[in-house]
């Protein structure tokens, strides 16, 4: 009797253990491999006593994982009919992925990061330009 608890137990264990040795995937931890997310927001730019000017910027994010480090490959957009600017091809941002959905990366210049979580379908955060102009609660929403 005592043997047959000892092995269900080492069989549960097992059962529990196994995700974590999957290829690609860690326990409970969030799948966004391959995935692509965007958003668009609102920068204010001006004076720090004078009035702003709110500039609509699409940022959007595609995602490379391995277990809980991800790497975003970010576009970063500004366009009106006067004037349009656009990051140069792809910037790339590394960081990592919590078991509570908490998601922050940033880039190695420092011109972009962002700290978040994912709630259900959607990603809300912080995302900072050129560490000077956060933007809060920026809601993100999967592409593809």
Do not use: K
């Not at 962002?114 to 993100?140: H, K, M, Q, S, Y």
């Amino acid at each position: 009797m005592r043997r047959t608890r000892h092995l269900a137990l080492l069989a549960l264990l097992a059962l529990l253990a196994l995700p974590a040795c999957l290829p690609g995937s860690i326990g409970f931890l969030r799948d966004v491999d391959g995935q692509t997310w965007a958003a668009r927001f609102d920068v204010a730019v001006g004076p720090a006593s004078g009035p702003a000017v709110r500039l609509p910027v699409d940022l959007t994010l595609t995602f490379r994982q391995t277990g809980a480090d991800v790497t975003a490959d970010a576009s970063l957009e500004y366009s009106s009919p006067l004037l349009r600017l656009q990051t140069d091809g792809l910037m790339a941002l590394t960081g990592r992925l919590g078991f509570d959905d908490r998601l922050d990366l940033e880039s190695r210049s420092g011109l972009l990061t962002f700290e978040g979580r994912f709630v259900r379908n959607r990603l809300i955060g912080t995302v900072a330009i050129a560490g000077v102009a956060p933007v809060g609660d920026v809601e993100f929403t999967r592409v593809r």
